[in-house]
Each structure stands twice: as structure tokens, then as C-alpha cells.
């Protein structure tokens, strides 16, 4: 809306200021600081303006006498400037917050007071508007740093409320989401299985769901890339960024993804995940965008170490409950095993010595000789039974003369019995370890060799003892028909299977490493390293 009506003079002054001398209404008006216009009431025409105005807005005075109001204001503010002016044209006065267009485009947040009076029979404003950009981006900025203290916060807490990362990385994508005023926020874990990661979780509006379970590799597409360097990759035109490979374009097509910024989710300097944000529109991402990713990745990675965390120590109270278990079940076994033992071999031998002392004593003739070397070969059994039974429980040789020793012993013991080709190579023998290492590695063989005798039909057994610069290793090798380890950890932790968890706690225990290699039909490898210089 143009008007040519001027005042009738081109010097026409602003009336509230007509009466001045020439000098006055130049220091109060055109050499005034602040930008101050005169305009008509009706059309919004300007019909005077000053200096300030010409300098702050770009327009010279003939581009500005050439415009109204409406020329430097957003289309959408033309009611509200209508309501604004009818309200101060009854009260004589007013002020209005509003935004302003200079020539160049740059926007200007100000405030604006109004002076109405009467020019030539026309209603006119003397309008001066204030600056307050700065201010109103500060008021915003503020706004901002509030708005994201608070949702940090609210994440903060529910990381410490709840230990299920669904619901704290479902609430962090909501947050980056919301943060960066993006279009589309998601965020992928990686598959423990395979080098590749897959979106479980969105925040936004996705068009055609392709992001949904979607699955990506390192070094492919925006995510690949932040992936593979293990830092955060922003991007002004996704589709034409020659860093990013092509592999994902259709997604992004289908997406209408303009702009993305992808930060890596770092535990232990490993990337085990990634948020990211797309944009439709070519607006960019900052980096106050990439600060606050940055900061709810490291948030999202709180929340996994603790799942982690959590599932590491729901996994060993349920070994240590099953190996509780294992343990009742093996001392019960071990109480029955005995009870039988003394029951039938010594308890039997027990009472045929009783019986000959019996007789020696009713018959005052001359001693019985057979009788005597009855009961003396049956005594000497009866200490040869304690002594296998104490040396199954425990054996001395491993406290009196060391762990090779007492593997060579029992190795060959037990070898000789299962009918198994047994080797022992160790090195050297004379060192001693500490005791509840020589205890763990004397217990793992034993558990080794009883399957071994027990499950592997194996004709052949080899135990290796070697010394390494700082560590022990022991390795247990068969040419048995092999398991499945994974299997057959499964079933240990159901409470089948026991002997495999015992030799992994025990070991552990003493501040060693237990590792299992074994496939169906070729063989098994048992392999122990302890840490520790000799005692």
C-alpha cells in the first residue's frame, strides 16, 4: 500500500517539533542518533524520515519516501500493525514490539514508540524505533540455554532412575531431536555380532519409514563415515557431499534429507553407536548444534555402559547361584561317593579284621598264622584306600613338591585308569608359584581330564606347562570328538554343565584367563594364562 500524499512543503516539519528554531529541530530530529520517521496514520505512507533512519535500514530518503510501513514488515504482521495503530490513534500514543526488514534483509528486532497528531487535517505518527536484536537474541539464547539445562537434566535423572537404556535412549533422541530443531533424530547401536549397526530408536517425522530397523556399515553413508573416523561429520547437501559414499542415497531421497550432522556414541574410545539429525530444509547445523550431540551422545553412553555394567553383574550372580548350586551338588555327591567307598570297600575290610581279631582272642592256643597274614595284607590295604582317598581329596605332592610334579602324578594316574595316551611337558620344575595359581591349574587339569574320560572318546591327551616373561599358561589338548562351547556355557548356566563355569570361576578367582576352543569332531584345547612371576 503506496500513497504520494506529502506534506505541502518539502521541508515540512515534524509537528510536535514545528515551532522549533532550524538548529533545534535538526538536533531533535534529522542529526537525532536514534532512526525517527514521520508517517500518515491512514496509509502508512512515510513522509519524513531522518538521517539514523536513512543509515540503519540502507534505503536513501527518496527509496524510503517511496514506501510504507508495510514495505519493512513481515507479510503476516499487516493485522496486528492495523490493531497497533487504531489503538494509538484513540490514546494519542503507543509502543509496539516488532520486526523490521532493512534493504540488504537483515532483520531487526525493535521496539517502537508512536506519537499521533494532526498534519494538514491528515492523522500522522512520529514513530522511533529501538534496536533490541541484540537483546532479543540474547533473551533467546538464554531461553535456549534453559530449555536445554532443563531437558539435559530431566536425562541426567532418568539415567539415574531406571536402568532400561530403551526408555533413557528414547528420551536422548527425543532430546537431540527437540534440541536442534531438526526434522528427523535417530540413533543406532551396534550389533554385537557383526560390524554393522542398525536404527533403534527415532524422534520426528519420517515420510517413508526406511529408517525404521535400518541397517548400516562402517565407511558407508554419513553414519558409516562418522562411524569409521570416531568423530561427529556435518553435512550442508547430504546427496551432493563428495566425503559420503552413495550407498544410502535412496533412503535420503525418499527422506527428502537435506542437511545431517552424525555424532559418534564413544565407551572406551570405541564407537558403539551413533545420533544423528536430518534436515528437509537446507538450513544448516551449527556448532552449537554438534556441543549439544556431543554432550547427549556422551549421555547416551553413560546409559549403555551402565546396561552393560548391569547385564555383567546379572550374568555373574547367576554363574555364582549356579555354581552354589553346583557346589551343594558336588559335596552331596562327594558325601555319597564316600559314604559308598567306606561302606563297601573299608567298612568290609574293617569287618574281616574285626572277625579275625575275634577269633585270635577266643582261641587261648597257640596264633593262627594265616589269620595274621590275613589281617595284616588287610590292614595293608586299608592304608592303601586311605591314602587313595586322601590324595583324591587333596593331594600332598602338590603342597610338598610343586605343580609339575603333582601334574606329571596325575596325569599318569588318571591316564593309566581311562585308558587314555597321556603326555605331560613342562617347564622347568623346579619353580613354585603362588598357591592358589599351582591350586587352579592342578584343578582345571583335573576337570579337563574327567571329561575328557567321560565325554571326548579321545585316544590321546597332551598337558603343556609353559613359563612366559611375566605369566604362566597351561594348555589342555585332545583329539576327542569336540563340543559346542556356546552350548554347552548355556546349559551351565541353566545349571547343566557345571564343570565348564567352575573352571572359568575358578580360574578367574586366582587372576587368570580361561579360553575353550573346541568344534564337533575335532578335538578340544583348553587354555589357561595367569599373569604372575614365580613365588
Not at 531437558?151 to 533413557?168: F, P
Not at 573416523?229 to 566425503?243: A, F, H, I, S, Y
Not at 591314602?387 to 583324591?392: F, M
Request: hydrophobic share 40%.
Amino acid at each position: 500500500m503506496t500513497s504520494t500524499r506529502r506534506p505541502a512543503a518539502a521541508d515540512a516539519r515534524v509537528p510536535p517539533l514545528a515551532g522549533l528554531r532550524d538548529d533545534a529541530y535538526r538536533l531533535l530530529f534529522e542529526d537525532h542518533p536514534q532512526p525517527m520517521w514521520l508517517f500518515d496514520a491512514e496509509t502508512f505512507a512515510f513522509l519524513v524520515v531522518n538521517d539514523a533512519a536513512v543509515r540503519k535500514y540502507g534505503y536513501s530518503r527518496e527509496e524510503f519516501l517511496a514506501r510504507t510501513l508495510l514495505d519493512i514488515r513481515p507479510p503476516e504482521d499487516v493485522a496486528r500493525l492495523l490493531e497497533v495503530v487504531a489503538r494509538g490513534r484513540q490514546r494519542g500514543d503507543a509502543i509496539d514490539e516488532a520486526v523490521h526488514r532493512c534493504k540488504d534483509g537483515t532483520i531487526l528486532n525493535v521496539t517502537v514508540t508512536v506519537s499521533y497528531a494532526t498534519l494538514e487535517g491528515r492523522p500522522v505518527g512520529l514513530a522511533i524505533p529501538y534496536d533490541v536484536t541484540d537483546r532479543q537474541r540474547a533473551l533467546e539464547a538464554a531461553e535456549a540455554g534453559r530449555r536445554e539445562a532443563e531437558i539435559l537434566a530431566g536425562l541426567a535423572r532418568a539415567i539415574g532412575a531406571t536402568l532400561d537404556v530403551d526408555v533413557v535412549l528414547q528420551q536422548a533422541v527425543e532430546a537431540a531431536w527437540q534440541l536442534s530443531a531438526s526434522d528427523l533424530a535417530v540413533i543406532a547401536l551396534r550389533d554385537p555380532h557383526s560390524d554393522t549397526m542398525r536404527i533403534r530408536y527415532e524422534a520426528g517425522q519420517s515420510r517413508s519409514g526406511v529408517y525404521k530397523g535400518f541397517t548400516l556399515e562402517r565407511g558407508k553413508g554419513i553414519g558409516g563415515l562418522a562411524w569409521e573416523r570416531g568423530w561427529p561429520v556435518r553435512t550442508d547437501n547430504r546427496l551432493e557431499d563428495p566425503r559420503i559414499s552413495r550407498d544410502y542415497d535412496h533412503a535420503v531421497h525418499d527422506e527428502g534429507i537435506v542437511t545431517t550432522l552424525a555424532v559418534p556414541i564413544l565407551i572406551d574410545n570405541e564407537v558403539e553407536g551413533l545420533l544423528w539429525v536430518n534436515n528437509r530444509s537446507p538450513r544448516p547445523f551449527t556448532e552449537r548444534d554438534e556441543v549439544i550431540l556431543i554432550r547427549l551422545a556422551t549421555y547416551a553412553a553413560i546409559a549403555l555402559r551402565n546396561a552393560q555394567l548391569f547385564e555383567r553383574v546379572q550374568s555373574a550372580n547367576e554363574r555364582l547361584a549356579a555354581l552354589s548350586r553346583q557346589l551343594i551338588e558336588v559335596q552331596e555327591a562327594e558325601r555319597r561317593h564316600l559314604a559308598r567307598e567306606l561302606h563297601d570297600d573299608l567298612g568290609q575290610l574293617l569287618t574281616v579284621l574285626w572277625l579275625n581279631l575275634v577269633r585270635l582272642r577266643e582261641d587261648p592256643g597257640p596264633l593262627r598264622s594265616e589269620q595274621l597274614d590275613e589281617s595284616l595284607r588287610i590292614v595293608g590295604r586299608l592304608v592303601e584306600e586311605v591314602r587313595s582317598r586322601s590324595l583324591d581329596l587333596h593331594p600332598s605332592v602338590l603342597d610338598d613338591l610343586g605343580l609339575v610334579p603333582a601334574l606329571e602324578w596325575y596325569v599318569e594316574r588318571h591316564a593309566g585308569s581311562a585308558g587314555l595316551s597321556a603326555t605331560v611337558s613342562a617347564e622347568p620344575g623346579g619353580l613354585r608359584w603362588p598357591p592358589e595359581i599351582e591350586g587352579a591349574c592342578f584343578r582345571v587339569t583335573q576337570e579337563a581330564l574327567t571329561n575328557v574320560a567321560r565325554h571326548a572318546r579321545a585316544r590321546n591327551v597332551r598337558v603343556e606347562l609353559r613359563r612366559l616373561p611375566s605369566a604362566l599358561e597351561l594348555t589342555i589338548r585332545d583329539d576327542g570328538v569336540g563340543f559346542d562351547v556356546e552350548a554347552a556355557r548355556r546349559n551351565a548356566m541353566q545349571g547343566e554343565s557345571l564343570g565348564l563355569l567352575g573352571m572359568q570361576e575358578r580360574v578367574q578367582l586366582a587372576g587368570g584367563r580361561l579360553t575353550i576352543d573346541s568344534t564337533p569332531g575335532a578335538g578340544t584345547r583348553i587354555r589357561v594364562s595367569f599373569p604372575a612371576a614365580p613365588a
